[in-house]
């Protein structure tokens, strides 16, 4: 069962990736981030790639050039992640067949990042936009734009955001801060997924 859930594991090491990427996969979670101003993040991709790439999305968050996009690439990753809208970075990512998601705030924005082949849109930080400002912003979206709401969303708000028409989250020191261990990510991991089913089913919108 997979959901719209992405796993923002900032400030992650590689001598405990492989643990924190297993524990999120057991708790329901299957698609993992790894931000680039984390330490040694290319390392952790790669092993998680390697690892649990099978059952799992792995990539990279702040990703802010091409050839951050290159270095994905290499070391397995699949999903590229930006806090900003830069074209170039969404056209290296679709050319190298990985998914891309852009980090927008305005219409003009997410247009321009459809129009370059952005698989989904980032809404960064989410907080500023909110439910209300996405249901605005849907109204003239293409049918089927995939939006994930980022930067102050969790448990508390995904019912709010799911009524929006909000695609999905992305998930950052609510289930991962520095220093925990996998065991606490896997319980703050199932308590996000226990929330994320029970607004989806709320919402009638089953996770797929």
């Known amino acids: 069962m997979a959901r719209e ?25 299957t698609k993992i981030e790894v931000p680039l101003n984390s330490p040694e993040p290319f390392k952790s991709i790669e092993l998680l790639s390697k690892a649990i790439g099978n059952v799992a999305q792995i990539g990279a968050g702040t990703v802010l050039t ?11 990753g699949a999903i590229v992640v930006s806090p900003n809208m830069v074209p170039e970075v969404i056209t290296a990512t679709k050319q190298l067949k990985l998914l891309s ?26 907080m500023l936009i909110g439910p209300a400002g996405l249901n605005a912003i849907s109204a003239v979206l293409p049918e089927g734009t995939r939006t994930y709401a ?24 609510f289930l991962y801060k520095p220093g925990q ?10 308590a996000c997924v226990l929330a994320y089913d029970g607004a989806s089913e709320s919402a009638g919108a089953k996770p797929s």
Do not use: M
């Open 66 to 76: 091409a050839e951050q996009v290159e270095q994905v690439a290499d070391v397995g």
């Open 150 to 173: 980022v930067g102050g969303v969790g448990p508390a708000n995904f019912s709010d955001w799911l009524a929006a028409g909000v695609t999905g989250f992305g998930i950052g020191s």
């Open 181 to 190: 261990t996998a065991s606490e990510v896997k319980q703050s991991a199932l």
């Open 101 to 126: 998601y852009p980090g927008v705030q305005t219409v003009t924005e997410c247009f321009t990042a459809l129009s370059h082949g952005a698989d989904g849109l980032k809404l960064f930080p989410s």
């Open 5 to 29: 859930i992405i796993a923002i594991l900032r400030g992650v090491r590689p001598n405990e990736v492989l643990g924190i990427g297993e524990a999120l996969c057991h708790a329901g979670i």
